[in-house]
């Protein structure tokens, strides 16, 4: 059965059927609105394909996230972070000449202009770290301009060249842009770092080193930040991605695109989670370690309070980076010497919430933000930079979504509505209302 058949005002219409590579079907309703004048109802695209994609494949139902192929859990224990943005971007894991190629254009592209510091500057040292980096993103565009885009020179006639050159010059800029933001809030001085010497070292180096003072690279952190950013770096239409694409399917810039999707990850009910989830437990260790007080507040719908880190839009099951995350969270404290209490509360609110009907019937799962701040504040990550550390991992999953658009000539995002307003009204001067 390749079609299906709905009936409206006594006539019926066929309207055909998609499968993915894993079985997923959709109804293809581009034809239903010339068919039947009507259009679908779905907020919050709770059920709604908004594009064929080669890069994620997401089952929230068993549980499984594969990158190109690969399931997550052997990409976060094998896999780099660099071979896997070089994955999801061009589609298959480099060869060793590939990567050498695209580091050393990375190391070609990681120089920001010295203006951009003053940009920088100029933000409050109380202003939030993902906004500073969402406009510092876009305002790289400024100090990187396209040739002009007209009839004659569309995104649609852009080259694989062009593609490749633009977003070796995002995988160098944004981590930079990071390390700066980190370092600007510790009063630190601003550095570029060489890639060369790894892309995850590289970062670390970037935001830890100290002045006066010789790196030393500390392989736990550097392991334990590599399997972070593997595990954050795509995951299909969510919010921040879907935004990303919306935005450039307009022929916006990959920055702009991008700049976009770290104002879209920002929120708490996306990326801002990790941020989140740290404050709860907190709050919940300076209150005795009440757990059971939490546990009401979350599941009174008059309060507002949720509990963070917990639920997903697609896992009904359980997020398979949550699994990875708890176990490193346990490695790193341990390797790294310390005991953190907060680790013990979230692991007795994850146990009561396991237990509890209110989020068993609602499958309701700790995610993937729940045990990551933990690791984050453990690699003495202040918690205002956990959604930034979420950007950067985010990123090559961003551009490998942006250039699939790209490549497909996907038309612009542009969705209907139900309108319930008004009915058409005379207007009236303001002395006759
Ligand atoms: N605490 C308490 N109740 C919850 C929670 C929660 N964390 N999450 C969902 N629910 C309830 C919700 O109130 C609703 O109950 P009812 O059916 O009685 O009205 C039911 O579960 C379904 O929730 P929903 O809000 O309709 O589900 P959604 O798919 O629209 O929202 C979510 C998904 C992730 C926004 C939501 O679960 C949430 O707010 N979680 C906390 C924030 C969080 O951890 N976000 C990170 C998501 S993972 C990282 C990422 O990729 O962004």
């Not at 390797?335 to 609602?362: C, M, V």
């Given at each position: 059965m390749n079609k299906i058949e709905i009936k409206h005002n006594n006539e019926v219409f066929d309207l055909p059927i998609v499968k993915g590579t894993e079985n997923e079907t959709g109804i293809n309703i581009q034809q239903l609105r010339s068919k039947t004048n009507l259009i679908t109802l779905d907020p919050g695209f709770k059920n709604t394909g908004s594009c064929k994609s080669s890069i994620t494949f997401l089952d929230g139902e068993n549980g499984i996230l594969r990158y190109r192929g690969y399931s997550i859990e052997s990409l976060a224990k094998n896999a780099s972070f660099l071979e896997v943005a070089y994955l999801l971007i061009f589609g298959d894991l480099p060869l060793k000449n590939e990567l050498d190629k695209l580091t050393n254009d990375i190391q070609d592209n990681a120089i920001i202009d010295e203006d951009l510091k003053k940009i920088l500057d100029s933000f409050p040292r109380s202003a939030h770290p993902m906004g500073i980096l969402s406009s510092l993103t876009s305002a790289l565009i400024a100090f990187n301009p396209e040739k002009k885009i007209s009839l004659s020179n569309s995104y649609k006639n852009k080259s694989e060249i062009f593609l490749y050159n633009t977003i070796v010059k995002l995988l160098a800029k944004i981590p930079i842009l990071v390390s700066w933001v980190h370092r600007r809030r510790k009063g630190l001085s601003l550095d570029y770092g060489d890639f060369r010497n790894g892309y995850v070292e590289n970062i670390t180096r970037m935001m830890f080193q100290l002045p006066n003072q010789t790196y030393v690279q500390n392989n736990v952190v550097v392991n334990a930040m590599n399997k972070l950013l593997i595990l954050h770096a795509d995951h299909e239409q969510n919010c921040s991605t879907s935004t990303v694409r919306i935005v450039g399917s307009s022929e916006a810039s990959l920055f702009a695109s991008v700049s976009a999707g770290i104002s879209a990850l920002w929120g708490r009910l996306h990326g801002g989670a990790n941020q989140a989830v740290i404050e709860m437990l907190e709050a919940i260790k300076n209150d005795n370690g009440d757990i059971k007080k939490y546990m009401i507040k979350a599941k009174d719908k008059s309060d507002p309070f949720r509990l963070m880190g917990f639920g997903h839009?697609?896992?009904?099951?359980?997020?398979?980076?949550?699994?990875?995350?708890?176990?490193?969270?346990?490695?790193?404290?341990?390797?790294?010497?310390?005991?953190?209490?907060?680790?013990?509360?979230?692991?007795?609110?994850?146990?009561?919430?396991?237990?509890?009907?209110?989020?068993?019937?609602?499958?309701?799962?700790?995610?993937?933000?729940?045990?990551?701040?933990?690791?984050?504040?453990?690699?003495?990550?202040?918690?205002?930079?956990?959604?930034?550390?979420?950007?950067?991992?985010?990123?090559?999953?961003?551009?490998?979504?942006?250039?699939?658009?790209?490549?497909?000539?996907?038309?612009?995002?542009?969705?209907?509505?139900?309108?319930?307003?008004?009915?058409?009204?005379?207007?009236?001067?303001?002395?006759?209302?």
């Open positions: 839009r697609v896992y009904k099951n359980f997020d398979p980076r949550a699994k990875i995350i708890k176990i490193a969270a346990h490695e790193v404290l341990k390797d790294l010497g310390i005991n953190d209490p907060i680790l013990e509360i979230a692991k007795s609110l994850e146990k009561e919430a396991l237990d509890d009907e209110y989020f068993t019937s609602r499958k309701l799962y700790p995610n993937v933000d729940f045990y990551s701040g933990i690791i984050y504040k453990a690699l003495n990550i202040p918690k205002e930079m956990f959604t930034v550390m979420f950007a950067l991992g985010r990123v090559p999953g961003w551009i490998a979504h942006w250039r699939e658009m790209r490549l497909n000539n996907d038309p612009i995002g542009r969705p209907r509505q139900i309108y319930i307003g008004e009915e058409f009204r005379e207007y009236k001067k303001i002395s006759e209302r």
